[in-house]
């Protein structure tokens, strides 16, 4: 394939996926906006001290609130720009997500690793985590896996060791572990 056909299939690939993409950017800001306005809520629950005069949850939720609006003028201007592409071209959203699946695996695999969190503790979360985003990443087999089951053991268990025993730092401790 030549540098021009490429460029030109790339040039008319991103140009067809204007709507998907823009149909994905309003679904997508709209679940973090979700996520933000219930982080939101959940902030002002928490304990507050003498210290604080405006209460341990203000920071957090000055910038939840920063990144609601940031989120809602993305899903503004992904509405404009879904008015102006033509749906006749388009590929649609399902195939932009189909395009970007490593990207929505890794947010996945963050999810999961902030909701086992709590659960499993920071090391084993961590050291799940951090296998986890490799192998969907492309270490699946022989010496690359070797090596991400290393990198995970080093920076899960590894980073817990370090901020407990030198910085004295604890870490969060898994209810189950």
Known sequence: MS????????????ANSERGKAIANILFNA??????????????????SMW???????FPRLILGALVVFNLAIMCQSMMALRHADPALSV??????IQRRLAFASLAAFCGYALLMPWLGFALASLLFLLVVQIILGARSGRRLLVACVIAAVFGPGLDALFGQVFMISLPQGRLW
């Open 3 to 14: 540098v021009v056909t490429d460029k030109v299939s790339r040039a008319t690939r991103e």
């Open 31 to 48: 679940g973090l906006a979700a996520l933000f306005i219930g982080l939101f809520m959940q902030a002002g629950d928490l304990p507050s």
């Open 52 to 58: 604080e005069p405006l209460g341990a949850g203000s």
């Open 92 to 97: 649609g959203a399902g195939r932009w997500f």
